[in-house]
């Protein structure tokens, strides 16, 4: 049995041939991870889908947390993934080599004004950092707030890439920087990083200097 969310199962729809298959829409993630935790209860082999890594910004946590807040015994095997800002930053060239920070944008979890002392936080403290939801149709100060500080921080040369749709056949990159972000396409399935101060490109390709003399 394959529970998932209804985009996620479609991308993998040649792996799961001959398995039952459970989909729901987005913001259903409680009740998703519910009906595997409730089918593994009652023997089955459940997989729960998560897009990318599954203990990033996926399922994993909430699984293993639904499962002890409701009693659930079943064994619960995590397998790793490539998250977001791993697979944008290898179609980019290597510019997580140093120190970085990976933030969500998204406050539909987590209030806002968190997500802005992190912001600063990582801005001030010259990190990498890769934006995970930057911008949404009805969330659009959100990436807007974000530019203002790291600019505020940064110079606006500083390189940024935003990697849409990564490792899918829909892929898209842009190469900018932090004064013309905002003029980009970005969207929920895009990733931002954003570099720091010894951030460069290299040949076309984004590259944080590790500190290695060459």
């Known amino acids: 049995m394959v529970v998932g ?5 479609e991308a993998i729809a040649d792996l799961t041939a001959g398995k039952e298959l459970v989909s729901s829409g987005m913001t259903q993630e409680v009740e998703r991870c519910r009906c595997a935790l409730q089918r593994a209860a009652e023997g089955n082999v459940v997989t729960l889908v998560s897009s990318g890594d599954p203990g990033i910004y996926g399922m994993a946590g909430l699984a293993l947390e639904l499962a002890a807040a409701e009693q659930i015994r079943v064994p619960i095997q995590i397998v790793p ?9 290898a179609v980019l060239g ?8 990976a933030i969500s944008l998204s406050d539909l979890l987590v209030p806002w004004e968190t997500i802005r002392r992190r912001l600063q936080a990582v801005a ?16 659009v100060r959100h990436l807007e707030e974000a530019a203002a500080i790291f600019r505020a921080a940064r110079t606006d040369q500083t390189p940024v890439g935003i990697v849409t749709a990564a490792g899918q056949k829909d892929q898209h990159v842009v190469t900018t920087d932090l004064a013309r972000l905002l003029e980009q396409d ?11 101060s010894t951030t460069r490109w290299i040949d076309g390709r984004m590259v944080t200097s590790r500190g290695y003399d060459v």
């Open 5 to 9: 969310y209804a985009r996620y199962l």
């Open 94 to 101: 290597a510019p997580l080599m140093l120190d970085f920070a």
């Open 186 to 196: 970005v969207d929920m399935r895009s990733v931002v990083i954003v570099g720091n």
């Open 124 to 139: 001030a403290a010259d990190l990498v950092v890769a934006l995970y939801n930057p911008r949404s149709k009805k969330r």
């Open 81 to 89: 993934g490539v998250t977001a800002a791993s697979a944008a930053a």
